[in-house]
């Protein structure tokens, strides 16, 4: 029976999904993932010419949507932030295996990723601020400001999102720590830019 080439490339990326979760990345081989997806060694180098590369092409596009769905969290509307809360908590919860192959992939592929995420959330919240209270802006003077707090803002949100397993837990405990992070931000970058 002849398969498309998109039929094999989805059982390759299936397979190798399991291997690295199950393995790790370390313990993962081309060898094991050939056998997984019922192909030729040669059929999965056609398509990907490293584990590396494969790796990749499993975790990138659920990183970058992760990437692309925090920044709803920056909103006026509390209600859709609310609904953006528990948007993110059924994302990672369904695609929760990814998150632990990139946790336990190559640690440069896991830092580039908090990397990118930090600076998302750093555009993001000075965005908002720029919006909502341009006049703080023109007083502070760290120009790292933004992406320090999206550093701690990720913390945050990898810690929440990371170990707890209840959907309506994580997102009563997300919600917590959103309101913190968030709560009085116009307020509290005015403070910040007044003691400078």
Known sequence: MQHTKEEVRSRILEAAEQEFDEQGYAGASMRSIVRRAGTSLGNIYRYYPNKEELFLSIVTPVLDQCIDQTGT???????????????????????????????????????AFLARFSARISQDMERYARSHCPKALETISNP????????????????????????????????????????????????????A
């Open 73 to 111: 969290l920056f909103t006026v509307d509390i209600k859709e932030v609310a609904r953006n809360v528990e948007q993110m908590v059924d994302f990672v919860s369904e695609h929760s295996r990814i998150f632990r192959i990139i946790e336990n992939g190559p640690p440069e592929h896991y830092a």
């Open 144 to 195: 790292n400001f933004f992406f320090s707090a999206g550093q701690s803002f990720v913390s945050v949100l990898q810690l929440t999102l990371g170990h707890c397993e209840d959907r309506e837990k994580t997102i009563r405990y997300l919600w917590e720590l959103l309101r913190f992070q968030l709560g009085f931000f116009e307020e509290r970058l005015t403070l910040v830019g007044n003691n």
